[in-house]
């Protein structure tokens, strides 16, 4: 069995990058807008390929104060330019040094944008088949957002959070309510195994409902993200997990 690890990163946290990327197989890079700037993403790119990880575009709102968490209201074209804009900076840079992207994963507020709306999720798909075709598209299943990437013909990797507590319908609990976010390392690994080997999750109320799961994503802003991460390979790879996207 196989299963990817991603994380954001490139998000202004330098030394929690350097401790997490060893431990994951792809990396959402900031785009500028969210969060980051040339600098970073050039120094991401190059810790990406020193550690063999993937590298793909994790673009958002514009909102630097809110970190890419409040919506904005956008058109479908504002977003399907602004995804053109943030994927092809990362491109330019994965490009000068000499690899390329492989994946685009949404960003906060503009993630859920677009897999609660399918103009906007259409938008997105849009946007990343004009850049590259071959990019993976990463997003919840059974969201607008892969069904859009499906109905595009693009490869979707569903995505799952294993420092994120879910609601009954499926959603991601929301930051604004309590117990939105996992604090124990040992919760979220149950969680990411429970996710990845049975493909079912326990929701805040308790029930167990099911979930797909091609590609895990960890928090870099995550109390203890360094630690949980660590833990999560070293798990996962225990159980005969093989890490790779």
């Known amino acids: 069995m196989k299963i990817d690890i991603n994380c954001d990163l490139g ?14 197989s792809s990396a959402n890079i900031a785009c500028g807008f969210h969060a980051g700037d040339p600098d970073i993403m050039d120094d991401t790119v190059k810790l ?32 399907y330019r602004s995804l053109l804009y943030q994927i092809g900076a990362l491109q330019a840079i994965a490009k000068a040094n000499g690899t390329s992207l492989h994946h685009v994963k949404p960003h906060g507020a503009l993630y859920h944008y677009g897999c609660q709306h399918k103009e906007i999720a259409q938008a997105m798909v849009e946007a990343i088949k ?10 919840p299943a059974n969201s607008e957002l892969i069904k859009a990437g499906v109905k595009g013909n693009l490869t979707v990797y569903r995505e799952v959070f294993a420092d994120r507590t879910y609601l009954e319908n499926g959603n991601l609990t929301p930051r604004t309510e309590e117990h939105a976010v996992h604090t124990k390392t040992k919760h979220a690994i149950e969680q990411s195994i429970q996710m990845i080997q049975h493909q079912k999750v326990t929701t805040k109320t308790g029930k167990v409902i099911p979930i797909q799961a091609d590609t895990v994503c960890v928090h870099g802003d995550t109390p203890n993200a360094v630690e949980f991460v660590k833990a999560l390979s070293i798990t996962l790879q225990q159980r005969g997990i093989q890490l790779g996207s």
């Open 48 to 79: 990406a390929l020193q550690h063999n990880v993937k590298i793909g575009a994790h673009p958002g709102f514009p909102d630097k104060e809110g970190f890419g968490r409040r919506l904005l209201k956008w058109t479908a074209d504002q977003v």
């Open 11 to 24: 998000e202004g946290y330098g030394p929690y990058d350097k401790q997490i990327m060893p431990h994951i």
């Open 130 to 139: 004009r850049v590259d075709p071959s990019l993976v598209l990463y997003g």
